[in-house]
């Protein structure tokens, strides 16, 4: 039996770490929700079975081992031995010590499964991998998302199970990226449900009303060693800063077909939309470096991932530390 569930937790384990070699090669697509939810899964059952029947099982050879021990000294000191080889005492704790094919899962499920329902339900850290949200999110900056914000989710399926907030105009939002679900975006919300949202000659419009901005001092971005003008947006009574490139045209270079495409209209001006029920409408505050919902449409509610709020570290930047709007 021993020797059985060794081969078999060997094989898991081995389809754990060929799966995570394919995907950093790049050999597949991961998705990390589905791996961590599949270890909780597979390390719960070696839990529940270590509690259920192999730990009895060690505990009873232990308690057999000390009966036969105990037997045998009787006997001996009958005959007049005083002295009794043996040290029974280590050699119950070899017999109730893990072996290491439990060792390596059962003895993981609480770390792994406090992990699974912190980044589930609660919070999850997310790495900014591009410039498309600078001034506001800068490349490197190590992100907290509020995972309950907008209700609880069923973990991989995303669907809601508890409603809470609703996203408001100037969220910034972790989303799973419509044409390719598996990858995380992160945008800033400007179109909620029945909103008309235009973005003409770079000035953003929301029901016919253009949101204030105030010219602010020029952004210098010290990886592309480029300045940008920037501007202290304000949307619902929150401000941030956006930045835009004088060098880009207003033009949007839409490149595919999206659900409620018809909802949009594109000129040389730029875009304007009209939100359908139920999705919102992002775009990224570096305004003219950003693949956001004037190229590639709506995101659903059921893509939402969560509300970021706050940049826990950045290791070429620890001023960048601290809450954001």
Request: glycine share 8%; with cysteine.
């Amino acid at each position: 039996m021993q020797a059985l569930m060794g081969s078999i937790t060997a094989v898991i384990l081995a389809a754990f770490g060929a799966y995570a070699v394919a995907w950093y090669t790049g050999a597949v697509e991961g998705n990390f929700a589905v791996l961590l939810m599949l270890a909780t899964v597979v390390t719960g059952v070696y839990w529940v079975a270590e509690r259920l029947v192999f730990l009895p099982q060690r505990r009873r050879a232990a308690q057999q081992l000390q009966d036969e021990y105990t037997a045998r000294k009787e006997a001996l000191l009958k005959q007049g031995f005083s002295q009794i080889e043996g040290d029974v005492d280590n050699a119950r704790q070899k017999v109730l010590r893990q072996p290491w094919w439990l060792d390596w899962t059962a003895g993981l499920f609480p770390v792994i499964l406090a992990v699974f329902v912190l980044r589930s339900f609660l919070f999850e850290p997310f790495k900014i991998p591009s410039g498309s949200m600078i001034p506001t999110l800068r490349v490197g900056d190590l992100i907290l998302v509020n995972k309950f914000h907008y209700g609880v989710r069923m973990p991989v399926f995303n669907n809601v199970l508890l409603e809470n907030h609703k996203p408001q105009r100037g969220d910034v939002i972790v989303f799973r990226f419509p044409p390719q679900p598996s990858l995380d975006y992160i945008k800033r919300v400007v179109g909620v449900p029945g909103d008309e949202v235009a973005y003409i000659n770079k000035q953003l419009t929301v029901n016919g009303k253009p949101v204030p901005r105030v010219a602010q001092p020029d952004f210098f971005d010290n990886d592309s060693m480029r300045y940008s003008r920037q501007f202290r947006e304000t949307m619902d009574g929150r401000s941030y800063n956006t930045l835009n490139d004088d060098d880009r045209a207003a033009f949007i270079n839409r490149s595919t077909d999206f659900p409620f495409l018809d909802q949009c209209r594109y000129s040389v001006e730029g875009v304007t939309c009209k939100v359908p029920e139920g999705h919102y409408f992002m775009m990224g505050d570096n305004r003219d470096n950003s693949l956001d919902s004037r190229y590639w449409g709506f995101v659903p509610d059921a893509n939402i991932v969560g509300k970021a709020f706050f940049v826990w570290m950045n290791f070429g930047d620890l001023g960048r530390i601290g809450s954001f709007e």
